[in-house]
């Protein structure tokens, strides 16, 4: 089966950095999306992952290691309009794109 | 491009009515899938179709059913609903085999059931 952990909530202060945790448990792992989604409205894609180290893009960042079932995204100089919740997610290796989303979570901006 | 794009929106229905979900891309993307999102449950996928004519069962099929007659529309349909179906459903596309191949979402659509 697969399992998927995130905080549920975070709080963070304008301007600073936050780090959001997920940590998985898998069979046939291949790769790993962030999406972000604000209250009331789709998920949107921010980052993907496939193999072990940092990804890079503005001031997203996420993080792969692939042997400890271990992702991070690393949100810098944090806006209110960051306030969202950080949804991760594990693709599967099978016949098609099979994606199980963690139950995200909610971080707050706060000035 | 207009992306994934739902219909309706909103909607409110009484137990043991019926209705039809519709989701549209543009995007000629091969796969499609439905999900239902619940508070504290994540995104939990209910059907998905691999090609025009192709339908398969997702993770919660129960009191679904699902059409995808053309590549572009993918149909979710509620026979007889019940409270337990109130939810916002989702539904996304992908390319496969291109790379990154992200769900691209529409709007969603928020249900309840009385």
């Known amino acids: 089966g697969q399992n998927i952990d995130q905080p549920t909530e975070m709080t963070a202060t304008e301007g600073a950095i936050v780090q959001i945790n997920c940590t998985y448990q898998?069979?046939?792992?291949?790769?790993l999306f962030w999406y972000q989604q604000h209250a009331g409205e789709a998920p949107t894609f921010l980052s993907y992952?496939?193999?072990?180290g940092l990804e890079e893009k503005g001031r997203f960042s996420s993080f792969l290691s692939r042997s400890k079932g271990y992702s991070y995204l690393l949100l810098k100089e944090l806006q209110m309009k960051d306030s969202a919740s950080y949804l991760c997610?594990?693709?599967?290796?099978?016949?098609?794109?099979?994606?199980?989303f963690g139950t995200g979570t909610k971080l707050q901006v706060i000035p | 491009n207009a992306g994934v794009t739902q219909t309706p929106k909103f909607r409110v229905l009484k137990t043991g009515q019926s209705m039809t979900l519709l989701c549209a891309q543009d995007?000629?993307?091969?796969?499609m899938y439905w999900y239902r999102q619940d508070p504290g449950m994540g995104l939990r996928l209910i059907h998905y179709?691999?090609?025009?004519?192709t339908t398969a069962k997702g993770e919660v099929p129960d009191g679904y059913n699902v059409s995808r007659l053309k590549k572009q529309n993918f149909l979710l349909g509620l026979e007889s609903a019940a409270p337990s179906q109130t939810s916002v459903y989702f539904c996304?596309?992908?390319?496969w085999g291109q790379g990154v191949d992200e769900q691209f979402f529409g709007p969603g659509t928020r249900l309840t059931v009385l």
């Open positions: 995007m000629n993307h091969e796969y």
């Open positions: 179709s691999v090609g025009e004519g």
């Open positions: 997610a594990v693709i599967h290796i099978g016949g098609y794109q099979k994606v199980t």
């Open positions: 898998t069979s046939g792992f291949n790769g």
């Open positions: 996304a596309s992908s390319h």
């Open positions: 992952n496939v193999l072990d």
